[in-house]
């Protein structure tokens, strides 16, 4: 738990963009989760910075929880300071064909911004949830195309908040569902991603597709962090957990959707506790089944509950 000390050292460098023991149930799609010792939501870079300063000096741990997508926060709650990026919302087309999105541009923003100008390219993320920060960081994507297929460049923050990078695409490494070589506690405050012209009607027609493909595949009506595991290679984390029979399977308000075995919905009344038991229920059965060892794509952060 943060230190009175602590608290009002931030309390002096961020003022009103940060409150004390936030529910993160609040802030994560699966809507679950204990309370965050802090929340921010730095106005701007230079507010990011000495936020990212201030921590750094009084050794308070930080996390980026962006929208709270793929994230899971377990009932005892987060340690330090939790960032959200909601107001690093810039997105302008750059020359070359490129467009430069900051980390809080969300995936509707993004989308609708190709539509009505028939841009060509990031058709594939239509109707994946979260912000380009969380996408380029996780390598969000399709089994046909992700995130490193398009992103030309990463602005970053260091962990201290003391130097801001460029990144080209050679210094990048991404792997499935992950960009790997960041220092610990980097902040991505914008990405360089490549379009082309297509031409408004062949745009749209895309995005619909893709957007009427997730409709009717993923249940998009209950609260969900998505994808839980990752794929293994060769196969499909949804289709083994369906053959474990696990389909609808239910531990206190956490459920294996009914509508696609890779995501656990949250039925009203989940606890971080509730899901976490069901994704290890998942990945012994398919264990024991299948041997096949899922690997979770979700990020879990936090403490147990007392």
Known sequence: MMSGPDRNALSEVAGDALRF???TARFTSLRVGGPADAVATPPDRWALAALLRACARRRIPHTVLGNGFNTIV???GLDGVAIRLSAFR?????PGGFLRAEAGVTHT????FCRERGLAGLEFGAGIPGTVGGWVAMNAGVPQREAKDVVREVEVLSPTGARRSHLGRRRLRFEYRALRGLAPGSVILSALLAVRPGGRDRV???????LAKR?????????SCGSVFKNPRGDFAGRLIEAAGLKGARVGGAQISEVHANFIVNRGDATAADVLALIERARGEVARRSRVHLETE????GREAA
């Open 21 to 23: 023991d936030v529910p």
């Open 74 to 76: 377990r009932d005892g």
């Open 90 to 94: 810039r997105l302008e087309e750059r």
């Open 109 to 112: 923003t993004l989308t609708r």
């Open 204 to 210: 749209e027609a895309e995005i619909d597709r893709h």
């Open 215 to 223: 409709a009717g595949s993923q249940p998009l009506d209950r609260p």
């Open 298 to 301: 979700v990020r879990v952060l």
